[in-house]
């Protein structure tokens, strides 16, 4: 049994005191979640150590990037050992935000991804098409291409890896993939993991990302291969992102 897990990604919202009040407000809103599934915050890297000192009851921390070297002259950037020691215990690379705007290639995301696990977290590894590409039919080959190149060379690591689909055209947007879509590129990520590694690839958590509301959650999280959430927006809000927990 896959344990789902819930992630709530912040992207570049809250300020300090916006983030320590966000927090409070789910603890409220979220004391206790069900065994089957962990609920994880991804904050901005400045509010990460005040939420981190906060009591969040069973609310884990991630980061949303790193850099994949420990230290050195690389102004600007955090190391892996930076968020494991504010307490992280999950790192989202390669969002599809960071490829986009920040030029991030599969080969780079598998260097963070390397990294994240050498430092004792997991890594999130967001994968999706664009619109254009879902139209002409390369959803599928895009995304599988994807997955394949941000794991090269973590093939005997998979069971510590997390995947997130992003279809590219529901982030933000308010559209989603219908739980049948998403259920169908799942099984296909499913497959090209167990090319990768193997029976390993059964206890990989691939999580739906896209538009998750209260809404739609609870189908989406009914499909056999969907073993989680990552949400944005609706992250925002602490009795919403409740509800997304509490998925039924
Ligand atoms: P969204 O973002 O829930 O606002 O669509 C998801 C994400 O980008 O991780």
Not at 58 to 76: L, M, R
Not at 124 to 141: F, P, Y
Not at 154 to 168: F, M, N, Q, S, T
Request: aromatic share 6%; charged share 20%.
């Amino acid at each position: 049994m896959r344990k789902k897990l819930i992630a709530g990604n912040w992207k570049m919202h809250k300020t300090i005191a916006e983030a320590v009040a966000l927090i409070d407000a789910l603890h409220a809103a979220l004391p206790f979640v069900p065994a089957d599934r962990d609920v994880v915050v991804c904050p901005t890297f400045t509010a990460l150590s005040s939420i981190a000192a906060r009591p969040r009851g069973p609310i884990g921390i991630g980061a949303q990037n790193v850099y994949p070297e420990s230290h050195g002259a690389f102004t600007g950037e955090i190391s892996p050992a930076m968020l494991a020691e504010i307490g992280c215990a999950y790192v989202i690379v390669g969002h599809s935000e960071r490829r986009a705007m920040f030029g991030e290639s599969d080969a780079f995301i598998a260097k963070k991804a390397a990294a994240v696990l050498a430092a004792g977290m997991s890594p999130i590894i967001c994968v999706g098409e664009t619109k254009q590409e879902r139209e002409s039919g390369r959803a599928q080959s895009v995304v599988l291409g994807q997955v394949a190149g941000s794991l090269a060379g973590l093939e005997g690591r998979l069971e510590d890896v997390v995947i997130a689909y992003e279809p590219v055209w529901a982030i933000g947007t308010g559209l989603t993939a219908t739980a049948a879509d998403a259920q169908t590129m799942h099984a296909a990520i499913r497959a090209e993991l167990r090319r990768i590694g193997g029976a390993a690839a059964e206890r990989v958590r691939i999580q739906y990302g896209g538009s998750v509301k209260a809404d739609n959650v609870d189908e989406l999280m009914a499909q056999p291969d969907i073993d989680g959430a990552l949400v944005g927006g609706a992250a925002l809000v602490a009795e919403g992102f409740a509800r997304i927990a509490n998925y039924r």
